[in-house]
């Protein structure tokens, strides 16, 4: 169900975004769609790989299944972590930039397009380290030559403890710590934005006082600049919420098992790891529920079918 569910919710980002042309036309919000794809892939390949060994108590595809899990498993993490740290970045930048510099150096297609294959590209590279030294660190230590893949699925290689070590620091702290950094900078930068933009409004209003007798006259550009600012701190809001909700539990036990080895418990592991998944549908919901133009666009879908019916 949890499979089906965040398959079918971001499967519905991404024919929204073919659809509906007013969510391309800015070109960060590729982001967005790269992010959805993603966790499309969690929802349709990865979970039920993992719920299979809630449901028959171990693991049943075998090492060849593990191999895939493995791959598709750590990729679509690496991908999604890093994925936020540059749609967290792109917020920064449009709350420090002038605007007019923003979009013409940050929004551009060509350039969104090749940050986004470059980080397709770079979370490959803990699936080629686990899969070329797979048996290898068979040979270099005891337990993970002792995995029975048959009743569990493990990487040989998180049982090699400068590879596990490495893994986790570079794909998993770096870009949780990187979208904390960016997000909680890009807020005090969108309030020292907002600020401005009020002292300057009130100015204008100063100033309009000696025609207008004292009535202030609703400013349309003025609340279009601040939409500008208060839509994407919305999304933003959103997606980070999602991660704190599924990812920092298991990035906390993490830090737990680092520094009390005994405290490894394998069914709170996969439990962690759950909830982490269950970030791909969160992120379809609240990305649905923050954005107005999705939102639309289920509407009209769903006025469409009961008009069928």
Same mark, same amino acid.
């Given at each position: 169900?949890?499979? !089906?569910?965040? &398959?079918?919710?971001?499967?519905?980002t *991404?024919?929204?975004? =073919?659809?509906? +042309?007013? $969510?391309?036309?800015? /070109?960060?919000?590729?982001l967005?769609?790269?992010l959805?794809?993603?966790?499309?892939?969690?929802? $349709?390949?990865? %979970?039920?790989?993992n719920?299979?060994?809630?449901?028959?108590?171990?693991?049943?595809?075998?090492?060849?299944?593990? #191999?895939?899990?493995v791959?598709?498993?750590?990729?679509?993490?690496? *991908?999604g972590?890093?994925t936020?740290c540059?749609?967290?970045?792109?917020?920064?930048? $449009?709350?420090k930039?002038?605007?007019?510099t923003?979009?013409?150096?940050?929004?551009? #297609?060509?350039? %969104?397009?090749? =940050? *986004?294959? !470059?980080?397709?590209?770079?979370?490959?590279?803990?699936?080629?380290?686990?899969?070329?030294?797979?048996?290898?660190?068979k &040979?270099?230590?005891?337990?993970?030559a002792?995995?029975?893949?048959?009743?569990?699925?493990?990487?040989?290689?998180r049982?090699? /403890?400068?590879?596990?070590? !490495?893994?986790?620091?570079?794909?998993?702290?770096t870009?949780?710590?990187? =979208?904390a950094?960016?997000?909680?900078?890009?807020?005090?930068?969108l309030?020292?934005?907002? +600020? #401005?933009?009020?002292?300057v409004?009130i100015?204008? =209003?100063n100033?309009?006082?000696s025609?207008?007798?004292?009535?202030? %006259?609703?400013?349309?550009?003025?609340?279009? &600049?601040?939409?500008?600012?208060? #839509?994407?701190?919305m999304?933003?809001?959103?997606?980070?919420?999602?991660?704190?909700?599924?990812?920092?539990?298991?990035? &906390?036990?993490?830090?737990?098992?680092? $520094?009390?080895p005994?405290?490894?418990? /394998?069914?709170?592991?996969?439990?962690?790891?759950?909830?982490?998944?269950?970030n791909a549908l969160?992120?379809?919901?609240?990305?649905?529920?923050?954005?107005s133009?999705?939102?639309?666009?289920?509407?009209?879908?769903l006025?469409?079918?009961?008009?069928?019916?």
């Open positions: 169900m949890l499979s !089906a569910i965040t &398959s079918l919710a971001n499967l519905g *991404i024919v929204a975004f =073919v659809k509906v +042309k007013s $969510l391309r036309e800015k /070109p960060s919000n590729l967005i769609l790269s959805a794809v993603v966790d499309f892939f969690q929802g $349709l390949i990865v %979970i039920p790989y719920m299979s060994n809630f449901v028959f108590g171990r693991w049943i595809f075998g090492e060849v299944g593990c #191999k895939l899990y791959a598709m498993g750590y990729q679509t993490v690496v *991908i972590l890093y936020l540059l749609i967290s970045l792109d917020r920064l930048l $449009l709350v930039l002038p605007y007019p923003y979009m013409k150096h940050v929004q551009r #297609k060509p350039r %969104i397009l090749l =940050v *986004i294959i !470059a980080c397709w590209v770079v979370s490959f590279l803990p699936v080629c380290i686990d899969l070329v030294f797979w048996d290898k660190a &040979s270099l230590s005891d337990v993970a002792r995995i029975n893949f048959d009743y569990e699925c493990l990487a040989p290689t049982w090699i /403890p400068e590879i596990s070590s !490495a893994f986790l620091l570079m794909f998993l702290f870009p949780v710590f990187l =979208v950094v960016f997000s909680l900078t890009f807020l005090y930068a309030h020292l934005r907002l +600020k #401005k933009m009020r002292r409004g100015e204008d =209003v100033l309009s006082n025609t207008e007798q004292g009535r202030r %006259i609703p400013n349309d550009q003025e609340e279009q &600049s601040k939409n500008r600012y208060l #839509k994407p701190a999304t933003l809001g959103a997606l980070v919420a999602a991660m704190c909700i599924s990812i920092l539990p298991y990035v &906390s036990y993490v830090v737990v098992i680092y $520094l009390c005994t405290c490894l418990n /394998p069914q709170l592991v996969y439990c962690f790891v759950i909830l982490g998944y269950c969160f992120d379809a919901v609240l990305y649905g529920i923050t954005e133009k999705l939102r639309r666009f289920y509407a009209s879908c006025k469409r079918l009961t008009n069928r019916w």
